[in-house]
């Protein structure tokens, strides 16, 4: 990473930009916090989102946990793009210089009100410091995420301020807890929205969603939070079936390395040497550009997005998913095909061959990653127990949804699930009658004696939501779900379903990210 910023503010000599003045001695400094993430739910957000400051002082924003960011001052030029390519490597694409690079090397800039002024590519924990030295209003953005502005007022020194700087830092703390439980709760439903059709040979597609968006009108219509997880992250098929994975929030990828691991070739970024003179004496020798075996779909992918899969080779889709900012490819000048049409696909499917535990994951977000089990048609019993959850921080909404696969009418059925003993029924149509309480580990949670589900059909999504205990990550909070059933025919068994909480490892994923 170091490298890559080092390599990228040297090259960014080759714009010519307008640069604002010098340095003053800032009167008082003011932190600011850029971004958060808890478990699977991340923050794209300046905390505070507008704060009131006096000529002379300075902001010190830091980035917390999560991806990396930049702050940036436009002062009302156009946003720049965020990716570039290079005569020398048609086809190819690498971080704008202008981006990961910042604008002022040095010591602490100042800002006057006009000019473009940039931190570069900053990674979480690191920190960026700038002065203000004029009155005014000043919007300032990140570069790599659309949904993230914010403003800082600046008024005469010696003038009253509404807040104090340890006022303000006082409020970032549960600034940022609010907004992370409101991209919960606005994920929520966003998460178990699926959808399962039975085709006439008998199998089935089954829909997986990437991931969830949360929109505050106050900060504009583009995302500024997401859940990073597959929902269902961990699903039971059988051979023939189809899995579609749905990319409507934030660019992901879905991979499987096979047996053989990640490919040998498989890095964030490629190194390339380029002609003479092209690069200013001094600087490294080679400029990274983006790995395609990374970001473009594997040779086993269909233009259409589709592959067939038996668990034997590397399967990768691609980076997917335009989401809600239909203005992504202004950050793709000259980008080839292959990168904007799968940017802009919403879907990628794949038909499973062969009976096996396959382990996917994004190699953009390497801790949201997912389960395909497949088991021959023999085995698979005639009803599922479908599972999804997801959650705010502490309370974790369960969705469970049974489908019959079998010849005959299903005729009465127990669910239940494994959730952590001790965890507090906030509600519930079904459980113990409807009395919300504690529950063990395993508990039957609903009876359900007169149900009917004909052949094909399904019944549900049943709702439990739940207060997991203190201390508990409620990402790990869900196991697994079971169901008794009997049949129209008299048929009685058991099915479990897949465990659906992240318990097991992921898949041994390897490069760094930028």
Same mark, same amino acid.
């Given at each position: 990473?170091?490298?890559? %910023?080092?390599? %990228?503010?040297?090259?960014?000599?080759?714009?010519?930009?307008?640069?604002?003045?010098?340095?003053?001695?800032?009167?008082?400094?003011?932190?600011?916090?850029?971004?958060?993430?808890?478990?699977?739910?991340?923050?794209?957000?300046?905390? !505070?989102?507008? $704060?009131?400051?006096?000529?002379?002082?300075?902001?010190?924003?830091?980035?917390?946990?999560?991806?990396?960011?930049?702050?940036?001052?436009?002062?009302?030029?156009?946003?720049?793009?965020?990716?570039?390519?290079?005569?020398?490597?048609?086809?190819?694409?690498?971080?704008?210089?202008?981006?990961?690079?910042?604008?002022?090397?040095?010591?602490?800039?100042?800002?006057?009100?006009?000019?473009?002024?940039?931190?570069?590519?900053?990674?979480?924990?690191?920190?960026?410091?700038?002065?203000?030295?004029?009155?005014?209003?000043?919007?300032?953005?990140?570069?790599?995420?659309?949904?993230?502005?914010?403003?800082?007022?600046?008024? &005469?020194?010696?003038?009253?301020?509404?807040?104090?700087?340890?006022?303000?830092? &006082?409020?970032?703390?549960?600034?940022?807890?609010?907004?992370?439980?409101?991209?919960?709760? $606005?994920?929520?439903?966003?998460?178990?929205?699926?959808?399962?059709?039975?085709?006439?040979?008998?199998?089935?597609?089954?829909?997986?969603?990437?991931?969830?968006?949360?929109?505050?009108?106050?900060?504009?219509?583009?995302?500024?939070?997401?859940?990073?997880?597959?929902?269902?992250?961990?699903?039971?098929?059988?051979?023939?079936?189809?899995?579609?994975?749905?990319?409507?929030?934030?660019?992901?990828? +879905?991979?499987?390395?096979?047996?053989? @691991?990640?490919?040998?070739?498989?890095?964030?970024?490629?190194?390339?040497?380029?002609?003479?003179? +092209?690069?200013?004496?001094?600087?490294?020798?080679?400029?990274?550009?983006?790995?395609?075996?990374?970001?473009?779909?594997?040779?086993?992918?269909? $233009?259409?997005?589709? &592959?067939?899969?038996?668990?034997?080779?590397?399967?990768?889709?691609?980076?997917?998913?335009?989401?809600?900012?239909?203005?992504?490819?202004?950050?793709?000048?000259?980008?080839?095909?292959?990168?904007?049409?799968?940017?802009?696909?919403?879907?990628?499917?794949?038909?499973?061959?062969?009976?096996?535990?396959?382990? *996917?994951?994004?190699?953009?977000?390497?801790?949201?990653?997912?389960?395909?089990?497949?088991?021959?048609?023999?085995?698979?019993? !005639?009803?599922?127990?479908?599972?999804?959850?997801?959650?705010?921080?502490?309370?974790?909404? *369960?969705?469970?949804?049974?489908?019959?696969?079998?010849?005959?009418?299903?005729?009465?059925?127990? +669910?239940?699930?494994?959730?952590?003993?001790?965890?507090?029924?906030?509600?519930?149509? *079904?459980?113990?009658?409807?009395?919300?309480?504690?529950?063990?580990?395993?508990? +039957?949670?609903?009876? %359900?004696?007169?149900?009917?589900?004909?052949?094909?059909?399904?019944?549900?999504?049943?709702?439990?939501?739940?207060?997991?205990?203190?201390?508990?990550?409620?990402?790990?909070?869900?196991?697994?779900?079971?169901?008794?059933?009997?049949?129209?025919?008299?048929?009685? @068994?058991?099915?479990?379903?897949?465990?659906?909480?992240?318990?097991?490892?992921?898949?041994?994923?390897?490069?760094?990210?930028?």
């Amino acid at each position: 990473m170091k490298k890559l %910023l080092l390599l %990228l503010a040297v090259v960014s000599l080759w714009l010519v930009l307008p640069l604002g003045s010098g340095e003053v001695s800032a009167a008082t400094n003011w932190g600011w916090q850029v971004g958060g993430a808890l478990h699977d739910l991340e923050l794209l957000h300046f905390m !505070p989102h507008s $704060a009131t400051i006096g000529v002379g002082d300075s902001i010190t924003w830091t980035i917390a946990e999560g991806a990396p960011h930049t702050i940036t001052l436009m002062s009302g030029a156009p946003r720049l793009p965020t990716f570039a390519s290079l005569p020398f490597a048609p086809g190819r694409l690498t971080l704008n210089p202008a981006v990961a690079g910042p604008s002022h090397p040095g010591p602490t800039p100042t800002y006057n009100g006009s000019g473009f002024f940039n931190s570069g590519l900053l990674d979480p924990g690191m920190s960026w410091t700038l002065a203000f030295g004029t009155p005014g209003k000043f919007e300032f953005i990140c570069l790599l995420h659309r949904g993230m502005k914010a403003d800082v007022t600046v008024v &005469a020194a010696g003038t009253p301020l509404p807040e104090t700087p340890e006022q303000v830092a &006082a409020g970032i703390g549960p600034g940022v807890a609010d907004h992370i439980r409101a991209i919960g709760r $606005a994920t929520t439903p966003q998460l178990r929205r699926t959808q399962t059709t039975v085709r006439s040979d008998g199998t089935t597609e089954w829909q997986v969603n990437t991931g969830g968006a949360w929109v505050s009108p106050a900060f504009g219509a583009i995302p500024q939070g997401f859940a990073d997880i597959f929902t269902p992250n961990r699903l039971s098929i059988h051979t023939g079936d189809t899995v579609r994975w749905n990319f409507t929030s934030a660019f992901h990828t +879905v991979t499987f390395f096979g047996p053989a @691991g990640p490919p040998a070739d498989l890095a964030f970024f490629d190194e390339i040497r380029p002609p003479a003179g +092209v690069l200013p004496p001094g600087a490294p020798p080679t400029i990274p550009f983006f790995n395609r075996t990374l970001f473009e779909p594997s040779s086993i992918v269909s $233009a259409q997005g589709a &592959a067939t899969y038996d668990g034997t080779v590397f399967l990768n889709s691609g980076l997917r998913g335009v989401g809600a900012d239909g203005t992504i490819l202004d950050d793709f000048p000259g980008a080839p095909a292959i990168y904007t049409d799968t940017m802009l696909s919403n879907g990628f499917t794949t038909t499973f061959t062969k009976a096996g535990t396959y382990n *996917y994951l994004c190699m953009v977000h390497p801790g949201m990653f997912g389960m395909i089990e497949v088991q021959d048609r023999a085995a698979w019993p !005639p009803v599922h127990v479908e599972l999804t959850s997801q959650h705010d921080g502490q309370r974790v909404s *369960y969705y469970a949804t049974l489908r019959n696969f079998g010849s005959s009418t299903v005729e009465g059925a127990t +669910v239940a699930l494994e959730i952590p003993t001790g965890s507090q029924v906030v509600s519930s149509g *079904y459980i113990h009658g409807g009395n919300p309480g504690a529950i063990t580990a395993r508990d +039957v949670l609903w009876a %359900l004696p007169n149900l009917n589900i004909a052949t094909g059909g399904a019944a549900g999504p049943f709702v439990l939501v739940v207060d997991v205990p203190t201390g508990t990550d409620p990402h790990t909070a869900l196991s697994q779900g079971w169901t008794a059933f009997r049949t129209a025919t008299g048929v009685t @068994g058991t099915a479990v379903s897949v465990e659906v909480g992240p318990d097991a490892p992921p898949p041994p994923f390897p490069p760094p990210g930028p």
